[in-house]
């Protein structure tokens, strides 16, 4: 990470901590617990022990022989933001949902310092196996998701929408942040259409046209 990009995360942080518990605290002054990011204490990290990289290519191997650490998704940003701010971003009280009841959105995620190169496709998908029967051990749901280079991804062709997701527990000011970020993506893509995933509702259909809601905006 670049200086200015570090010091810029260190003006996001001041900015955030003053909002959420005044001006002239410390993150000791405030819980993991109380920070403003519902998700972060439902979302549950699956990763190796060990942080290193070369631990981390053992541990895809493994399929989850080796020793496994189960975290709350912030008590993990925690520790990867200290690492560029400093300190942690709160003090860490939150428990993982594989240790206590959790509703909502329950996501296993797997977090570690390394990922699959494309030829090692089927390693990763033998890994996904082996993290779902962890998932439903514990009554959790299972992240899916590939998250690919920009490079080559970024024509108009290659993106066809834009999708926000409205989750329950979410605040409107949470609500309004996602739909400005999905409006930023669909014009940094050439004004593609912007559906919405609407989690709410077991109603709706997986995705529905957001276009009147945009024009709010």
């Not at 670049?2 to 819980?31: C, F, H, I, N």
């Not at 003090?91 to 009841?101: A, F, M, Q, S």
């Not at 439903?136 to 899916?144: E, F, P, T």
């Not at 590939?146 to 997701?165: D, H, I, R, Y």
Request: proline share 5%; charged share 25%; glycine share 6%.
């Amino acid at each position: 990470i670049s200086p200015e990009d570090r010091e810029a995360m260190k003006a996001w942080y001041k900015a955030k901590l003053e909002q959420q518990v005044g001006p002239g605290k410390t993150w000791q002054d405030v819980k993991c617990s109380e920070w403003d990011w519902p998700y972060g204490k439902v979302f549950t990290s699956i990763s190796p022990t060990d942080r290193s990289i070369e631990a981390c290519k053992q541990f895809k191997k493994s399929r989850l022989q080796g020793p496994v650490l189960y975290q709350a998704f912030l008590s993990k940003k925690n520790e990867d933001y200290g690492a560029i701010l400093g300190h942690p971003l709160c003090v860490d009280d939150l428990i993982p949902c594989t240790e206590r009841n959790c509703s909502g959105m329950t996501y296993l995620i797997f977090q570690a310092s390394c990922s699959w190169a494309p030829e090692e496709f089927q390693n990763m998908v033998d890994m996904q196996v082996q993290i779902k029967k962890v998932a439903k051990q514990h009554h959790l749901d299972l992240w899916n998701e590939l998250v690919l280079n920009a490079t080559g991804f970024m024509s108009e062709k290659a993106t066809q929408a834009v999708f926000w997701v409205e989750s329950p527990g979410m605040n409107a000011s949470q609500i309004r942040q996602v739909q400005e970020e999905a409006v930023a993506q669909s014009m940094k893509h050439g004004g593609k259409p912007i559906l919405l995933l609407d989690l709410t509702s077991t109603k709706s259909p997986a995705f529905s046209c957001w276009r009147s809601h945009r024009r709010s905006l």
